[in-house]
């Protein structure tokens, strides 16, 4: 094969990450070639059986510093940045990861003519609460600034083997008898499937999609943070009280938690303020047409893939009987 007829050539920051991981599979199994840019190359070698020999190549880059973007972007045909974290944690700000860093990469990939895909979030807004959801709106504007005919996702909650929301609270139930309700457990989410978005991430990257637009990926199903809970609950076939917890008391416990070095918090003052405001899919957004189903993606229920990776917090793993809880 000559240089000439090589499948295009697809750089993908934090594609080791939660949804990073689900992108490269979804690349790889539609022939592209995959770079991807981490921190560590040394501890994403588990990517490369997803795709044929050779085709995924594991660089070293961090978002902060801009050579090492440019170096990751270099020959690249088109980019996805997965990159995002939901606390800040010495050098890695929201400002620095997600800011800057979205910036770096999209004019890396202007330098090199390459198309953009970005992964943001619902709720993103320069002008907001949360210094998390002021980060991703200025990312956002940066970008179509920068490239105009990027294509922005903004998922709600995304929910999957490795996700950071259903398993954290099924194993805070393996040892607690309560599980608390921030601000009485009303917030809306629009739980999305990793698979689906890591779906509407390739077919972005295969321009089935009008570009320089931001899209909003929900699942199927509205359902407030204590619906969640009770559908983990039920899953893993366990009983235990779901207690309302007001915003303030929680901001300040997440202040307390946060003070703790190299320990992720359960929660931050910053999600706490994320939490006042629901997050599911706008109106403006299923008017216009700019939702998971203009991929022609159906999305995927909660219920239909929690049991797939929710069994290990029953009371007897694989062994727990329908009949029993704990």
Known sequence: MTLSNLPPLVTVFGGSGFVGRHVVRALAKRGFRIRVAVRRPDLAGFLQPLGNVGQISLVQANLRYRNSVDAAVHGADHVVNCVGILFESGRNTFDAVQDFGARAVAEAARGVGATLTHISAIGADANGESLYAKSKGRAEKAILETVPEAVILRP????????????????????????????????????????????????????????????????????????????????IGRTRTLLPLPFGLASLMGSVAS????????????????????????????????????????????????????????????????????
């Open 156 to 235: 709600s909650i995304i929910f999957g083997p490795e996700d950071g929301f259903f398993n954290k609270f099924a194993e805070m139930a393996r040892f607690s008898p309560v599980l608390p309700l921030v601000g009485g457990g009303k917030t809306a989410f629009q739980p999305v499937y990793v698979a689906d978005v890591a779906e509407a991430v390739a077919r972005a990257v295969e321009g089935k999609v009008a570009k320089g637009r931001i899209y909003e990926l929900g699942g199927p199903e509205v359902l407030t943070f204590k619906n969640c809970l009770e559908i983990m609950l039920k899953t």
């Open 259 to 326: 003070l703790v070095p190299f320990v992720a918090p359960p929660i931050t003052p910053d999600q706490v303020i994320l939490l006042k405001r629901d997050n599911v899919v706008s109106e403006s957004a299923q008017a216009e047409g700019r939702t998971l189903q203009t991929f022609g993606i159906e999305p995927t229920s909660v219920e239909a893939i929690l049991p797939s990776y929710m069994v290990r917090y029953r009371p007897q793993g694989q062994y727990t009987g329908s009949g029993g809880a704990a």
